[in-house]
């Protein structure tokens, strides 16, 4: 049960896995121990209390925790009396559902992600998909950095709307077959997921951002994921380093080898594109059809208005 979904009532039980904040060892008045938190996924966080000797577990900041609970009100407030909690170990299947909602900055978005993963029907790329959106090194990152330092989607969490928007794009191409729609989807979402390994806040690259292209890591980011796919499904695995790289070959073919290369392409271009084309107009007057933006950015939009016919 998500947090958002918890029964504000007096006394209703829950439970569910959880990222623990913010974890305090405290003395009660009358000398009793008792462990004070936040639980937090990605649709909120409500203060938890444990009140048994047994709950101080040495839990840390931003930890999975299984547990099971009651909620009660307190000085017009929610809180969650934790029962039983006990850290989950290994990948969880709801992987973007905790993701905790007060590091995205875009935190709608984190929506959208989950109901991307959920349409992706093969059951090695679904579980690529979420070991990867599991690996916190990876994906806290993911959806906080910006795409760009000040191009594209430059702003907080950029990089995850722009992931999105491109993998929105792919979805729209049923002419593919089905596996390779996904495998299109599963690129289009990962395609820069280096960034977040070269940017490391608005207006900031990282220390390797300056001497490394993001291309270059993109295979290194995600090599254990990728080692793991390998065993589960060969192919997936191949391709998907294929769309990751096909673009950076030496002798370059008129067409790649897979056609949905061309259509992740498409779509990362016209997401950019359309990202800085808003920002240009954007303090515009609706007079002004041509407009910059940076030194290198310049766009126009014809005056197509209609004229009734006499």
């Known amino acids: ?40 996924d990605a649709t909120g966080s409500i203060r938890a209390y444990a009140w048994s000797e047994n709950m101080d577990k040495g839990f840390h900041e931003f930890d999975c925790v299984e547990l099971s609970g009651t909620i009660r009100s307190f000085n017009n407030t929610w809180i969650a009396n934790i029962l039983n909690a006990d850290r989950v170990a290994g990948d969880v299947d709801n992987a973007v559902q905790l993701i905790p909602k007060s590091i995205c900055p875009l935190p709608t978005l984190l929506e959208q992600l989950d109901e991307l993963v959920n349409i992706i029907r093969h059951d090695a790329l679904r579980q690529f998909v979420c070991a990867v959106l599991g690996d916190d090194q990876i994906a806290f990152p993911f959806v906080s950095v910006p795409a760009s330092r000040q191009h594209h989607h430059c702003m907080a969490g950029g990089l995850l709307e722009h992931s999105l928007e491109c993998a929105a794009m792919v979805s ?26 070269t940017m490391r806040s608005v207006g900031k690259l990282s220390p390797i951002g300056y001497v490394c292209d993001h291309d270059s ?39 790649p080898l897979l056609t ?37 950015n310049s766009f126009w939009r014809p005056r197509l208005a209609l004229q009734a016919k006499g």
């Open 1 to 40: 049960m998500t947090i958002s979904r918890l029964e504000k009532r007096h006394g209703a039980r829950f439970s569910g896995i959880y990222r623990v904040r913010q974890p305090l060892s405290r003395i009660a008045q009358n000398g009793s121990r008792y462990l004070s938190m936040f639980l937090e």
């Open 172 to 197: 729209r191409f049923v002419e593919f077959p089905q596996p390779e729609l996904e495998l299109a989807l599963v690129g289009a979402l990962f395609h820069d997921i280096a960034k977040t390994r």
């Open 217 to 255: 890591l993109t295979l290194e980011v995600l090599a254990p994921h990728l080692n793991i796919l390998d065993d589960q499904c060969p192919d997936a695995a191949i391709a998907l380093r294929y769309l990751w790289t096909w673009q950076n070959r030496r002798y370059q073919r008129s067409m």
């Open 260 to 296: 949905i290369a061309e259509a992740i392409a498409a779509a990362d271009r016209i997401s950019s594109g359309l990202n800085v084309q808003e920002a240009a107009f954007r303090d515009q007057p609706d007079w002004k059809n041509f407009a910059s933006f940076g030194e290198n």
